[in-house]
C-alpha cells in the first residue's frame, strides 16, 4: 500500500530550468494538494484540486502550475526556476467532499535552484 | 480566511518534563484540527485529530490534544517527553465544509536533551 508517492525526491535546477514534479496516490482520494515548506514558514498550500480535471491557486501560487489530468495524479510544474523556489514540496491528499478525514503526505521532493 | 498560529516556535525540554505547545485557530464555522510530527529527515506524520464528540482527544505516542472551542485553541500536551520526541510539530485546521482546505500553522520545533 504506496500510498502517497513523490518523484523525484532531489533535484538540482539552474535558474531559468523547468521541471515537473509527479505525485501518486493510490487511495481513490478527490482532494490533491501541493504544499512548499520553508524553515520558520510552515507549509504553505501551492495549488490544489479538488478532482480530476480541476485546479485552484492556494497561498503561493506564483510561478507555479498545476494539472490533474488523471485522478491519481496530481503534476507541479515549474516553467523557469528561481532560487526563491528553493525548498521541500510536499504532496498530500485527501478523501472528497464532506466527510471528515485527514490528509496524507508523500515523502517529500527537495529542490535546489542555483 | 482561516489561520492557524503556533506561538512557540522552538521548544527545548530535558527528557522526562511536561510538553504543551499551543495552537490558536481562526474560522468561524466548524473545523477539524490535527497535529501532524515531521520527524527529522522525514514526511508528515498525523498525531492525533478532532473531528467531533469528546474534546480531549488521545494520539499516538502518548501525546493528547484538547479542543476548547470558546478559545479557538488546540493545544498538544505529553506528561513526558523522550528524546525520540525531537521533532517538528505542526497544528492544522480544515473546515468541514466547502472545498475542504487545510491550513498549517508555521511550526514548533521541539529538541528534547537527553
Known amino acids: 500500500n504506496a500510498g502517497v508517492t513523490q518523484t523525484p525526491k532531489f533535484r538540482v535546477l539552474k535558474t531559468g530550468q523547468s521541471m515537473t514534479l509527479l505525485c501518486a496516490q493510490d487511495m481513490n482520494h478527490e482532494y490533491m494538494y501541493w504544499y512548499r515548506q520553508d524553515p520558520g514558514m510552515g507549509l504553505r498550500l501551492i495549488h490544489y484540486s479538488v478532482g480530476e480535471g480541476t485546479t485552484a491557486k492556494g497561498e503561493v501560487p506564483d510561478g507555479y502550475n498545476v494539472s490533474r489530468l488523471k485522478k491519481q495524479n496530481f503534476l507541479l510544474g515549474l516553467e523557469s526556476a528561481a532560487p526563491s523556489q528553493t525548498s521541500v514540496y510536499f504532496c498530500?491528499?485527501?478523501?472528497?467532499?464532506?466527510?471528515?478525514?485527514?490528509?496524507?503526505f508523500g515523502q517529500g521532493t527537495r529542490l535546489t535552484v542555483v | 480566511a482561516q489561520s492557524v498560529s503556533q506561538h512557540n516556535h522552538h521548544v527545548i525540554l530535558s527528557e522526562a518534563a511536561s510538553l504543551e505547545l499551543g495552537c490558536n485557530y481562526s474560522?468561524?464555522?466548524?473545523?477539524?484540527l490535527f497535529w501532524y510530527v515531521q520527524y527529522p529527515g522525514q514526511h508528515l506524520q498525523l498525531l492525533l485529530k478532532y473531528f467531533s464528540g469528546d474534546p480531549l482527544v488521545k494520539g499516538i505516542k502518548g501525546f493528547e490534544a484538547e479542543f476548547i472551542k470558546s478559545k479557538f485553541s488546540f493545544n498538544l500536551r505529553k506528561p513526558s517527553v523522550q528524546w525520540s520526541d525531537t521533532a517538528e510539530y505542526f497544528c492544522a485546521v480544515k473546515n468541514s465544509g466547502g472545498y475542504q482546505k487545510v491550513t498549517f500553522g508555521t511550526g514548533t520545533k521541539l529538541q528534547v536533551i537527553p
Open positions: 474560522y468561524g464555522g466548524t473545523v477539524n
Open positions: 498530500a491528499s485527501t478523501e472528497s467532499g464532506f466527510r471528515n478525514t485527514e490528509a496524507f
